[in-house]
């Protein structure tokens, strides 16, 4: 405080930059390689799976890494990012033709590991648009509409969201109650949608409806911009802040007919798409505990001794903190609390890892049911917050 006049201005604080006030730390716009692969489960994969991994592994290090804090703290999504995700193919998934490269699950599944493994927020925005979003298109949508909408899509030119829960039902989303009243030449949509990803910034609207005929929940394409649609972002979150979220109203929205989807004409139909957005929740908890123990893993110094690790394959992990942050005159690392955290956290990777490769491989034979995927989902998150 000032012991001049009670009306001069306090002095203007000095920025010092957080490498020079705490020379210990290591920020996490500089990622740490993976160091996760304890039981070297990267046999398992094909040179295809490794090849899109290693690529976006790439693009979320240089691109995503650097600028995550700063746009979580602005709670703003980087939008110019997304045109590379677009490039390397991961919307499209599994679809075939209209654009798509076809990936296989598995393939999937590692690129939002990879992605989640830096920041979830950006994986939980692409999963939506693409699994949730595009796909019901592929799975559900006429010719036509395949043709009009699933290119640009794939190639993340447009951004597209699905809205399926409501105020008062989420889990339960069988039971919404947004209406689609039939008239002349198409639909009149009155409703409302809340906790929609990306509808800030969506292109278009992948909704679900009740048919005020016949009760059944019904699929519409709604544009985002039409009369009657309005957007309000739900603000001051804190986990996956920079998903953008919000409440979407209808209110006598006119959708054509062209744009009601003809393959759902139940909330059946929207399970299958959810059955492998699942598979893809799955692998982004994976890649959220990858990346905790990634970052943890600074403290490996001890263990580079132990019969646990592998030296030569370890060794790159060191960090300075573990060199020079000592509690009680010794490493972190030395602590064995410390040494059994880290050892419970590769444990569980191991495990989910295992959990999640199988349940790909069931989709890929079309062996995989509801269940396996629900399963596949709960344990993976419990694993998840487990490890954070």
């Known amino acids: 405080m000032s012991t001049g006049s009670k009306n001069a201005s306090p002095a203007p604080a000095v ?17 740490p390689p993976p160091a996760s ?15 899109l991994r290693n690529k976006i592994r790439e693009l979320v290090v240089e691109e995503v ?41 598995t393939a999937s599944a590692l690129a939002y590991a ?5 920041d979830p927020s950006i994986g939980s925005s692409i999963l939506v648009h693409s699994c949730l979003a595009t796909l019901t298109i592929a799975q559900h949508g006429s010719e036509e509409q395949k043709q009009k909408y699933i290119p640009s899509l794939a190639r993340m030119d447009t951004i597209a969201t699905c809205g399926l829960t409501e105020p008062n039902y989420g889990s339960d ?6 209406r689609a009243t039939k008239i002349e030449g198409g639909w009149i949509i009155n409703g409302q949608k809340r906790w929609t990803a990306n509808c ?13 005929e016949t009760k059944q929940v019904n699929g519409f394409i709604v544009k985002q911009g039409a009369p009657g649609v309005s957007v309000t972002k739900i603000e001051n979150k804190v986990a996956l802040r920079i998903v953008q979220n919000g409440d979407v109203m209808f209110n006598d929205v006119f959708v054509p007919d062209e744009d009601k989807l003809p393959g759902i004409t139940s909330f059946q139909g929207f399970v299958e798409a ?12 994976i890649g959220v505990a990858m990346g905790v123990y990634d970052l943890c893993n600074r403290y490996i110094e001890i263990l580079l001794n132990s019969h646990l690790v592998d030296k030569t ?47 790909c491989k069931l989709h890929e034979s079309g062996k995989m049911t509801t269940g396996h995927a629900s399963m596949g989902k709960a344990s993976t998150s419990i694993d998840q917050y487990t490890q954070i």
Request: some cysteine.
């Open 200 to 212: 800030t910034f969506a292109d278009i609207f992948v909704i679900s409806a009740r048919n005020a």
């Open 313 to 359: 394959k370890f060794a790159t992990e060191l960090n300075r903190y573990v060199k020079e942050r000592k509690q009680f005159g010794v490493p972190l690392a030395a602590f064995q609390l410390t040494q059994e955290k880290l050892v419970r956290m590769l444990g569980n990777i191991q495990a989910m890892f295992l959990t999640g490769w199988r349940l």
């Open 65 to 105: 890494a650097p600028i995550m804090a700063e746009y979580w703290e602005k709670a703003e999504f980087p939008h110019h990012i997304i045109p590379k995700f677009g490039a390397l193919g991961v919307a499209g998934g599994p679809i075939e033709g209209y654009g798509c490269k076809r990936i296989s699950t």
């Open 173 to 178: 989303a069988s039971s919404l109650q947004t």
């Open 37 to 51: 692969d304890y039981y070297e489960l990267d046999d398992l994969l094909t040179h295809e799976e490794k090849n």
């Open 114 to 118: 990879e992605i989640a493994r830096v």
């Open 274 to 285: 959810l059955s492998l957005a699942r598979v893809m929740v799955s692998w982004l908890s």
């Open 15 to 31: 920025h010092v930059p957080l490498s020079v006030a705490f020379p210990q730390a290591t920020p996490a716009s500089i990622f």
